[in-house]
C-alpha cells in the first residue's frame, strides 16, 4: 500500500487485458517497453505453428470485427437489489436478473468466472421476428436504458431482425458471438454449454462455437423431436426436429451420477455389475475368440455368434474364471440371465474414473439419442405453462423434461445452472424440480430481457393480459419471475400434504427462492474526461467529483454494486456489524468490509482493522478531504494485515 487507497476499479471485467497478461505470463520475452506485446517475436516464439498466410479456412461476416471491440468495451453498469419482487431473498442463491444479456454476462465476468458449471440457452431462432438486439453494439448499456425507459433516449430502439435485411445471418452472428465468447469464460474447467436450435442458423451455430469453443471440445448434436403433427411445409418435408448443440471446456465429462447398477453377493467383499461378454468383432476378425463356450460347473454349452464373437479367447477363457470376471446364467439366484457376462468390480470402477477424471464417481456415458419419453415435446412445455398459468402465457416453450436430461447428465447436485435467454424459465423450474426428487442444491442464475409485450398483437395478448391481471409491467421478464414463483409454490404445497417421513429431519432444507437483480447505470457518476475544457463543464465535472452518487440510490444498491466490482458473488453472505456507533457490511464472514458512511472517524478505521480483515472497501467522501485521516487509514489497515483498502 502507498500513503493513499486505491480506487475501486467499477469497470466489468477488463478481458482484454486479461490476455495480454496470460501472454506476457507464457511469453515474457514478446514484452515490449511499455508492457506492450511484440508479435514478430510472438511469431519467432512459436515457430512454424503460426498460420500467416493470406487463405484460411474458417467463418467471416460483415461486423465480425466489431465483435471484438464489444467484448473489450468493460460495462459501466451494475445490478440494483429489488428484494421486494424476489423470493426469499436474504437466503437464497438462486439469481434472476433482468437486463440485456450481453451487458450482464460482462457484469458477472468478475465474480463468476469459472464458477458455472453447465449453461443450457434457448436463443432467438432467426425465424424473421423473434429477436431484438442494439443497433449499435458500442452502446449496447445506453440503449437498454433508453428500451426500458431509464433515461432520455434519441430514437435508439431494440429492432427485430427480418428475413428480408441485407443482412440477416450476419447480425444474429453479431448478436451471439460476444454473448457465447464471454459465457465461455464463465464455465469451469469441467463445465459445458447446451444450445437448443432449430436449422436456420444451426450451421452458423457450429462454426461459431469451433471458433470460440474449439472444434476439438466439440461434444455433440442431440437430435430433439419436437413435435409430431405433420406440416405443410415447402418440399414436402415436415421439420420435427430441432438440435441441441454441445461444446465444452477440455475436463468435461457427461454422464450420470451413480447410474451403474451394482450387486452384493456373499462370495466377494467387492460390490459387482454385469457387463457384456460380446464384442462387434466377427468370426473372421477375430478366429480365436469364436469358440464354445463351457460352463465348468455345469457343463452346458454356449456357442459364440459368428457376428459378435466373445471378448476373451479360448485361451485366456479359464484365467478370466479363475478370476471370478464370468458369471454363467444360474450363478446367482437373484439374475435373470440366459448367457454369459463380464463381472466388472465397482472398486475397478472407480480406479478407472479416478485415472480418466481424478474422481471416483462413476458415470454412465450417454448417447445423442434423447429418450424421447423422458425429454417430452412442445406440447408438453405448453402443457406445463397451462398448468401454472391457466392459460397460454408464452409460446413454445421447452419441457421440463428436456432442460433436467441434461442438467442430471452433466452437473453434480451443488452446481451453477446458467441460462442468459432465460424466457419463461423452464431451466429454473428443472433445477427447482429436480433439487427435490435427488435432494441437490444446484443453483440458478437466469437472465432475460424485459422485452415489451404488444396486448395488439395476437401472438402476446395472452401474455400481456396476464401481466395486467397481476398488475405488473407488460414484459417477458415478469412472466419469467411469476413462473418460478409459482413453481415454488407449488412445489411447497406439495411438501406441506406430504406425509411427514422419519427421513424429513436430516433432509436438508432446499432452497426455493430467488433473488431479483435489475441492469441500471452505475450508482456513480463516471467523471467524463472528454468533456469540452470550458469553466462551465468543467465546473460541473468538479461537483460530480464531490457529489458522485446518483439520486435516488440505496445502500443496498451501493453494496451490491461494489461486491460485484470486487469480485464476489451476488449472493455472498453480508452481515451487518455495528463499530464505532457507524453500520458497517462484513461480507464471506469478513473476506471484505464496505463501509458505506459518509463520515468516517479514526475510531471506525481502528475498529474496522482489529476485526483484521482481507479487504476493505470505503466511500470516498467519506473523508470529506481530510486527507490526514485517509493517510492514517492507509497506515492502520497495514499494520493489521489488510491486503487491499480502496475507496470508491
Not at 238 to 246: A, H, L, T, Y
Not at 464 to 476: E, H, L, T, V, Y
Not at 560 to 577: D, H, M, Q
Not at 631 to 643: D, H, R
Request: proline share 5%.
Amino acid at each position: 500500500m502507498t500513503d493513499q487507497p486505491e480506487k475501486l476499479d467499477l469497470r466489468s471485467f477488463d478481458i482484454a487485458e486479461d490476455k495480454r497478461q496470460e501472454l506476457l505470463r507464457l511469453f515474457p520475452e514478446v514484452r515490449t517497453e511499455g508492457g506492450k506485446i511484440d508479435f514478430e517475436r510472438l511469431r519467432l516464439a512459436l515457430g512454424e505453428t503460426v498460420d500467416v498466410g493470406k487463405e484460411r479456412y474458417g467463418m467471416n461476416w460483415p461486423g465480425k470485427a466489431d465483435c471484438f471491440k464489444t467484448i473489450q468495451v468493460p460495462s459501466l453498469g451494475t445490478l440494483r437489489p429489488c428484494p421486494e419482487e424476489s423470493v426469499n431473498f436474504d437466503t437464497t442463491e438462486n439469481l434472476i436478473i433482468e437486463g440485456d444479456n450481453l451487458e450482464v454476462l460482462k457484469l458477472l465476468q468478475k465474480s463468476y468466472l469459472g464458477k458455472v458449471k453447465m449453461i443450457y440457452i434457448d436463443p432467438p431462432y432467426n425465424t424473421g421476428n423473434d429477436f431484438i438486439y442494439p443497433d449499435n453494439y458500442t452502446e449496447s448499456l445506453q440503449t437498454y436504458l433508453e428500451y426500458t425507459g431509464q433515461v432520455d433516449g434519441n430514437g435508439k430502439k431494440f429492432s427485430t431482425n427480418t428475413d428480408t435485411d441485407g443482412r440477416f445471418h450476419s447480425k444474429w452472428l453479431n448478436m451471439m458471438y460476444p454473448r457465447l465468447y464471454l459465457a465461455r469464460n464463465l464455465l469451469r474447467e469441467d463445465g459445458a454449454i447446451f444450445v437448443s436450435l432449430d436449422d436456420t442458423e444451426s450451421s452458423q451455430l457450429h462454426f461459431l462455437m469451433n471458433e470460440i469453443f474449439g472444434e476439438e471440445n466439440f461434444v455433440g448434436v442431440f437430435p430433439w423431436r419436437s413435435r409430431t403433427a405433420k406440416a405443410d411445409v415447402p418440399f414436402g418435408v415436415s421439420k420435427d426436429v430441432e438440435w441441441v448443440i454441445s461444446y465444452a471446456k477440455p475436463g468435461f465429462f457427461a454422464g450420470r451420477m451413480g447410474e451403474r447398477k451394482y450387486y452384493k453377493s456373499e462370495d466377494y467383499k467387492d460390490r459387482w455389475r454385469l457387463s457384456d461378454l460380446t464384442t462387434n468383432k466377427t468370426a473372421e476378425q477375430r478366429p480365436n475368440s469364436f469358440f464354445v463356450m463351457v460352463n465348468p460347473k455345469t457343463q452346458e454349452q454356449y456357442p459364440s455368434d459368428p457376428t459378435r464373437t466373445w471378448a476373451v479367447t479360448q485361451d485366456t477363457f479359464f484365467e478370466y474364471y479363475q478370476k471370478g470376471k464370468i458369471v454363467f446364467p444360474g450363478d446367482y439366484p437373484f439374475l435373470n440371465i440366459t448367457k454369459p457376462y463380464f463381472r466388472v468390480f465397482e472398486s475397478e470402477d472407480k480406479e478407472k474414473a479416478l485415472l480418466k477424471h481424478g474422481t471416483e464417481e462413476v458415470r454412465m456415458s450417454i448417447s445423442t439419442y434423447l429418450p424421447e419419453k423422458e425429454v417430452g415435446r412442445t406440447e408438453d412445455g405448453s402443457k406445463e405453462i397451462r398448468s401454472l398459468f391457466g392459460s397460454q402465457v408464452f409460446s413454445y416453450p421447452k419441457p421440463v423434461g428436456l432442460l433436467q436430461f441434461f442438467i442430471k447428465n452433466t452437473s453434480q447436485k451443488d452446481d451453477i445452472i446458467l441460462d442468459f435467454f432465460a424466457g419463461s424459465g423452464t431451466t429454473a423450474q428443472a433445477v427447482l424440480e429436480l433439487n427435490k426428487q435427488d435432494g441437490g442444491n444446484r443453483k440458478f442464475i437466469l437472465v432475460q430481457l424485459p422485452e415489451q409485450l404488444d396486448p395488439n398483437d395476437n401472438d402476446q395478448k395472452t401474455a400481456s393480459d396476464f401481466c395486467d391481471s397481476i398488475g405488473k409491467p407488460r414484459n417477458i421478464a415478469e412472466i419469467t419471475k411469476e413462473r418460478v414463483r409459482r413453481v415454488i409454490k407449488k412445489l411447497n404445497d406439495e411438501d406441506a400434504a406430504r406425509e411427514p417421513s422419519l427421513f424429513d429431519e436430516n433432509r436438508p432444507e432446499q432452497d426455493r427462492g430467488f433473488r431479483v437483480f435489475k441492469l441500471a447505470e452505475s450508482n456513480f457518476k463516471p467523471w467524463n474526461a472528454g468533456v469540452p475544457h470550458d469553466e462551465k463543464v468543467l465546473a460541473q465535472q468538479l461537483e460530480l467529483h464531490i457529489d458522485h452518487i446518483r439520486q435516488g440510490r440505496t445502500q443496498e444498491d451501493i453494496l451490491y454494486e461494489i461486491l460485484l466490482k470486487s469480485g464476489f458473488p451476488l449472493t455472498a453472505p453480508v452481515e451487518r456489524l455495528t463499530l464505532a456507533g457507524k453500520t458497517v457490511y462484513s461480507v464471506a464472514e469478513g473476506a471484505l468490509f464496505i463501509c458505506l458512511e459518509r463520515q468516517l472517524t479514526l475510531e471506525l478505521i481502528r475498529a474496522m482493522a482489529e476485526r483484521r480483515p482481507e479487504r476493505v472497501v470505503c466511500l470516498d467522501e467519506g473523508f470529506a478531504g481530510n486527507d490526514q485521516l485517509k493517510a492514517n487509514a492507509v497506515q492502520v489497515f497495514k499494520t493489521k494485515g489488510v491486503t487491499s483498502f480502496k475507496t470508491v
